[in-house]
């Protein structure tokens, strides 16, 4: 008998990693808050409730040659393609050090060149047709490479979507889509915005496979995510997926959240994902008590070092603002 | 009278219109259940139902080609853009449609839909949540661009927004919202738009402004009278079309000129005021047009070191006048 | 045995309307190439390949109340919903009389408020979400109307077609759009423009019913708008239906066409929906080659008399350039 | 040397990139099998192939943001708006996101794409081909917007463009194309983006204009040379960020100085540059910075009657260079 990751070709290493990252991400968005309402930094987004569909989707890309252009809850994303905790400690202080943008920008705003993670921006859904560029300079030079790109479900109801995608399903462009259906944009419901049964089936519009994933469940999403990549490799074209979650915070360190109910809140933190793929490794053997708590010391301490690390770091001076407007 | 902030007096023009014409109704992101992000629209679900605030889906061109619809249709749709930064993609439906259909169909048709957004820095909103966008819309005549700096003018320019027969933007100071407040009348009362307003009576220098600048430029001035510096301050209120009469009368008042924004410098509105003046009154300059404004950078930075280094503020506002005046 | 528009509820006096109404387009269509072939009118952008869906769907709404928002070639539209011959020849001539500009557009420019056709612009697509507007302040103020609004297949593509038909299924707004695919955006074939198997599918994505039909068949349109408006009325939403014909001449009088093949357009003649509608009529023992010569004669001296009056019509002043940019 | 004309300018210069650079190409509607609804592609599909020259679909937004993700990878592409009115629905992508990537990924990504647009009226495009649509991004540090006046421009600019390393909107005016005709150098050669030309050596008077009134003013020029006036003609050639250096020389060289442009007057790009003149040679004026440009209303009309009346032409740009030598 194959356990379920075995089955997917993820080793037991990788699979302890992907756990690993995605309590990263979900400890640095936890640090993140507790900084906000100490009055340490201005803005928090967050994560969680989506990182076992961020982790298990990147693990299912090639980490050292496809792009991704996250957008602002994938921390996740980013981490499980090179980017550091203090890295994303210096974006939430605003450093100078900060390699998604220098502090210019607010947290969970990333880009990272040497880690092929375009630069976003605040305005939603920008960054599809920008993926699908990527995969069409990929398809002109002949690389073999795809591009991923991810936004919310509400953001799936902007025009860029359908201009993107269609561009992409025109051409057969190896770009994969995966929206994060927390269930919410800020205050809006997913039935108060979007018009279909589920994002999924969107894909028909631009004749490509379609998949709606329980995007709690890691391994689900990085299969998913695998056959995706085949397909685009092998010149298929796209695939839209959707990852169903929920989004367990506020919107932002901005929303307060009332206008859901606190139930049914409580009733989504039962499959939080931290919790059930911990289960699921419990029940493979692969994660004792004991390296649970060792993992967790690990992780806090770069959890702490990258905070102190970033509190400390000076700001850019004053007259930066002035700097790389144009090429200089 | 009752003493309110800028945003009660927004949510209370709102308020007042919904009330008095049953046409008006309220589209946007989050502005039903929530009442909008920063909460202009409280409690207007609760009064007027579903169907007059209406959340719609997170899209902003549908958000501006709806209410086109609905108010080529006859009714008077007040649409919210969550921030200012995100009209971009409304950009076609606002300049391609509303703006010429009046023109295009010989008078025929029209559109009375009053487009809201927060604009403006210094709320660590960084790039995105902080930039002043009203110069890409200030070149399409059948466009109102209101910019108001007090409560009391957003009231009454709001309602006079609401009941105009063209499309008009109503940009408001997001920083302003909380900031601001005086005593506003609570009877009805419109303001006129296309029309500029003296906020301060002065002599020596004239400074030129709107929305936000407008109180940097007047806490400077009570500095600068205390050196005898007076200064006269005209708030353009709307930034298009300019109130070009209001605007040669306070140049040649004083004969020196400071023009301020929060904007970028190079294409902002006050570049066309500079314009207006030099056309129609150089001769009663005695000083060159001097302009302060945000530098040429894409937008303001996170960073709460380049965000103060972007924006403007009263100390920068005091240094320029005093320097026009020595002039 | 009844026969087809019978079946429909379409009397034979109706039917006959409908065949006039588009032989008129089709007439109009013709002197305007003409008008411009012989240097008198700058442009001219066609409806043929198109009037049978034009002219079957529009009889199929309600012409008092509904709300059209037609595009460029729906010649077909306006004048079921009013607007008469001379009226767009005054527009073909830039007229200061034209009823729909004034002369300041473009023939193909559509609008006239007393027969509530929407006011159009150049940019495709912008008049999907205006229908949606339109729908909407029918469900606020609780009216039994709907709006149709129609678009090329290639417009279906841009941002505004998904925004807008997004917002109207969220809300089950009584909107009925009409993509005519005519199989080219200027020179782009279908293939390269639209990346699902058909428009109609695309219903799906906004929580709709779409429907793929012989554009040449105005009693098959007919039919679709008849349903769609039934829904619509009974709060069932909108419809999105596909009206699959071809566009028989070049994209406009600037284009020459050269990118596809005259065999192409020699086929798509075969079924060029005035002669298989004329035959069906024949058929049906109601267009008689009496009857065909008289409206020929009838609908030849409407145009020539329309023509005549625009031609001799005079122009706008040029100052008039300068009215109507706010409320006078 | 050979004699061409603009819109060959356009496609000789796009086809020496393509052959220099391999990362070069072309993205648009109708570009590839049709060459382009005004010819400007003519050939390169079948020289260079689909994916070179790639027809997309009715999509601005998608256009602009797919050739900016294909820059940000690493290509140079160049976008095709069949319309300089089109660009509307792909302005959300050039400002907030071409124009802003260098500066927001503080430095770390840039987006080298060329932005092609046919602008400008007198050609029968009535209300929606025919507009001038600069102003709407010339308050957009991070763009760079140029509008060349002549086939030799055109070639040398629109290299320059496809080379820069960040964006460029490049604006052609539609009834250059086949009206404008002069010896273009078979070599390769740049003009440097961001600097004005002086295309008329004069010493009564300045005029200060861009595009087909460049073309306008010359001809007035050589009349009024008849009459004594002899004027000064700066080409503006970039019209953001503006050549301030190159402004103030101009206008202080005559001291009286007239600006051109097709665009609606208020809050056009001369505006700007009459402040930039009231700002910094103020003194050095002997008249009133005159402006001459479209008047304001939502753009030009079809019919012959109205459209003459609102475009610039020789005539109007004589009458209006006299008056300024006169003063
Ligand atoms: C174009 C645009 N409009 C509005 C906003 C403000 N805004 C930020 S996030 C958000 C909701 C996004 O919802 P969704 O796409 O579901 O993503 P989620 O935050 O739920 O992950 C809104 C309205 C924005 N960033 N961009
Ligand atoms: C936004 C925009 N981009 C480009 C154009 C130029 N243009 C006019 S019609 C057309 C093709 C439209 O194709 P389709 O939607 O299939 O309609 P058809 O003309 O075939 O009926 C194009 C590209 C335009 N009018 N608007
Ligand atoms: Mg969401
Ligand atoms: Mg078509």
């Known amino acids: 008998m194959t356990n379920r990751h075995k089955k997917l070709g993820i080793s037991d290493d990788e699979v302890l990693n992907i756990y690993k990252t995605m309590l990263l991400a979900r400890k640095i968005d936890e640090r993140m808050w507790l900084l906000n309402r100490a009055g340490k930094i201005p803005f928090v987004i967050s994560c969680q409730g989506q990182e076992a569909a961020q982790v298990g989707a990147s693990y299912a890309l090639n980490r050292n040659t496809d792009y991704v252009a996250p957008y602002y809850r994938d921390l996740g994303v980013v981490l499980s393609f090179g980017m550091t905790a203090k890295e994303v400690m210096l974006s939430a202080f605003a450093k100078a050090e900060d390699p998604n943008s220098g502090g210019r920008q607010m947290p969970g705003h990333f880009g990272q060149k040497k880690n092929r993670i375009l630069s976003g921006s605040s305005p939603v859904t920008t960054q599809v047709p920008h993926a699908v560029g990527v995969a069409l300079a990929a398809r002109i030079e002949k690389k073999d490479l795809v591009s991923f790109v991810t936004l919310g479900e509400g953001s799936s109801n902007q025009g860029d979507f359908h201009e993107g995608l269609n561009f992409a399903g025109v051409h057969k462009l190896p770009v994969i889509t995966m929206v994060e259906n927390n269930q919410y944009a800020i205050s809006v419901p997913f039935d108060k915005q979007v018009a279909s049964e589920n994002v999924s089936i969107r894909a028909k519009s631009y004749g490509m496979v379609g998949v709606t994933i329980d995007g709690n469940d890691p391994l689900a999403i990085y299969e998913a995510v695998h056959e995706a990549r085949n397909r685009a490799i092998e010149g298929e074209g796209g695939t839209l997926i959707e990852a169903v979650s929920y989004r367990l915070t506020a919107h932002s360190s901005d929303d307060d959240d009332r206008y859901r109910e606190k139930h049914e809140v409580d009733e989504a933190k039962k499959s939080d994902s931290l919790v059930t793929f911990g289960n699921y490794l419990k029940e493979e053997n692969l994660l004792s008590s004991n390296l649970e708590i060792e993992i967790n010391n690990e992780l806090d301490s770069v959890v702490n070092e990258a905070t102190d690390y970033a509190e400390n770091a000076p700001y850019a001076e004053p007259e930066d603002a002035l700097k790389y407007v144009y090429e200089e | ?327």
């Open chain 2, 1 to 327: 009278m009752a003493v309110m902030s800028y945003i009660q007096a927004v949510t209370t023009a709102l308020r007042e219109e919904m009330l008095r014409d049953e046409k008006v109704f309220i589209l946007g992101e989050d502005v039903g259940k929530k009442g909008g992000v920063f909460r202009a629209t409280e409690g207007l679900f609760d009064e007027f139902g579903e169907y007059r605030v209406l959340d719609t889906p997170l899209t902003e061109s549908a958000i501006a080609g709806v209410g086109i619809g609905a108010a080529m249709y006859g009714m008077r749709p007040v649409a919210e853009m969550q921030f200012a930064d995100f009209i971009m993609p409304a950009v076609n439906q606002i300049i391609s449609e509303a703006a010429k259909t009046r023109y295009r169909s010989n008078n025929d048709w029209n559109v009375p839909i009053t487009i809201r957004a927060p604009y403006g820095g210094g709320v660590h909103g960084a790039l995105y949540h902080s930039q002043s966008v009203e110069s890409v819309f200030a070149n399409q005549p059948g466009l109102k661009i209101v910019m108001p700096s007090t409560p009391y003018d957003v009231k009454g320019l709001l309602k006079a927004a609401i009941r105009d027969n063209d499309p008009v933007l109503f940009f408001e100071h997001k920083r302003a919202y909380r900031l601001l407040k005086e005593d506003v009348p609570e009877e009805d009362y419109v303001l006129p738009i296309g029309k500029a307003d003296v906020k301060r009576e002065g002599s020596d220098i004239t400074v030129i402004t709107y929305g936000l600048c407008v109180h940097f430029a007047l806490q400077a001035a009570e500095k600068l009278a205390e050196e005898g510096i007076d200064a006269h301050i005209l708030d353009l209120r709307t930034v298009y079309p300019l109130d070009k009469a209001a605007i040669i009368e306070a140049a040649s008042k004083t004969g020196k000129v400071l023009l301020i924004t929060e904007d970028n410098k190079e294409g902002s509105i006050i570049g066309e005021v500079a314009a207006i003046i030099a056309e129609n009154c150089l001769f009663d300059l005695d000083a060159p047009i001097m302009r302060l404004a945000g530098p040429d950078v894409p937008a303001m930075p996170y960073a709460p070191t380049m965000e103060r280094y972007f924006m403007v503020n009263p100390e920068k506002c005091e240094k320029a006048m005093r320097d026009l005046a020595e002039f």
